[in-house]
DNA sequence: GTCTATATCCTGATAGAC
DNA sequence: GTCTATCAGGATATAGAC
């Protein structure tokens, strides 16, 4: 909880603390003591707040999970309130651009966040998958039907198939800040501009998503 | 060594051992002594071979990023010897091909190593990083021109950041053999026929990277 | 709620016999 | 090359004073 005077409390001070030390250094080389170091507490505070290490994981990931899915799934309502047929790139926009718009909140360890987001889909601890995969199901629930009446002709199982590479181009683009850079000698910063990465992004997946089917895909009729 | 009775040495069965605990554990969830277990030999045996962890760590990847990456190169050679204009596809085949066909090699864990290829790409471990990055220039040295030349209406800088989301998706499908499964309630499975998922995928970053530049992208005169 | 002190166990690495 | 035994340190977790 943090207080009105906007400085955190103990148990605020150690989710941020893990967050920060999670995402670069991950779960398991991050231990207690570089926690509540970190965060200038006691050692024992972790274990008389959240129980033991694992909870504190799960912790960490509740705190921010549930506003980043409620996010998107207000934009999906508006963009379906306001047009009953929403374009793939807003359907598309509405999934991608509340985790990676995390990059913009530097004063609440946004950036952090998304990076430990985007290695975590990817590389899923066994302590917070059935986090993921419950927070996830009211997610597909809303856009799997959404996606379905932007692609028509694409059949319900091609639907499935094209997210997963989708939310890998995603992922990666989450957690990578700076191999991108490196490897293209500084041109291309996907920080820089996250609104600008967003747009290549959504233009990248809804190209994916259009593709044709083949002809040859096993289970589809031609 | 392996020798030629095919039984795998002292070194063979530890870099064994690492390759599979690596993939279901992560780096540093995983002990020298349950390597070691694993692979039938004493404690000591990782110190004497290898001289450390991060040592060891590092000949698990070289030991199989050399020949793969010759793999890919070979096939863009062919590729670009019988046909002096190929394919975007083609191209992509030869990028993501030999990765994903580790799938199929059984026998020498190849599917294990697949997995930790692709949490490895997009989590890197400080230890291997230099490893990927020597490697990769190798491999970027070859196929980006060979991608401008595919895409000559796309601006370098553009290809760039296709590939990089190309490389998401690819990452996210070595990795994830059994999300997909499980979100689709067993519809799609990345691993039941791998030729068929390295078709789906060419076809959706083949259609990402053709896809129309964006009018208001910064740099890109329209 | 916060602290000190500690219990118990596991870690990577090495010394030295064989 | 392979073994046993061990070192020195770090891990999570807890007991109990304040």
Redesign the pocket.
């Known amino acids: 909880m943090t207080t009105a005077t906007g400085t955190p409390?103990?148990k605020d001070r150690i989710l941020d603390a893990a967050e920060k030390l999670f995402a670069d250094e991950g779960f398991t080389a991050t231990?207690?003591?570089?926690i509540t170091t970190e965060a200038g507490?006691?050692?024992?505070?972790v274990?008389?707040?959240f129980g033991?290490?694992?909870r504190l994981i799960e912790a960490v990931f509740e705190r921010r999970l549930a506003p980043l899915n409620h996010e998107r799934i207000s934009l999906l309502d508006a963009l379906e309130g306001s047009d009953e047929n929403p374009s793939l790139e807003g359907i598309l926009e509405a999934f991608v651009g509340p985790p990676l718009r995390l990059h913009r909140d530097t004063d609440r360890g946004g950036p952090t966040f998304m990076r430990l987001l985007g290695r975590t889909l990817t590389e899923p601890s066994q302590a917070i998958h059935e986090i993921f995969v419950r927070q996830f199901a009211e997610i597909a629930a809303r856009f799997t039907p959404a996606l379905e009446r932007a692609l028509p002709v694409l059949p319900p199982d091609e639907v499935f198939w094209r997210m997963h590479f989708a939310i890998g181009s995603m992922a990666h683009t989450m957690c990578d800040t700076f191999r991108l850079k490196l490897l293209s000698a500084g041109r291309c910063d996907a920080g820089e501009d996250i609104d600008a990465t967003i747009r290549r992004l959504v233009s990248f997946i809804a190209a994916g998503l259009r593709a044709p089917v083949p002809v040859d895909t096993p289970g589809v009729e031609t």
Not at 31 to 34: C, D, E, F, G, V
Not at 41 to 45: M, R, T
Request: proline residues 0%; aromatic residues 6%.
């Open positions: 409390g103990t231990s207690l003591r570089a507490v006691n050692l024992a505070a274990n008389y707040h033991s290490k694992d």
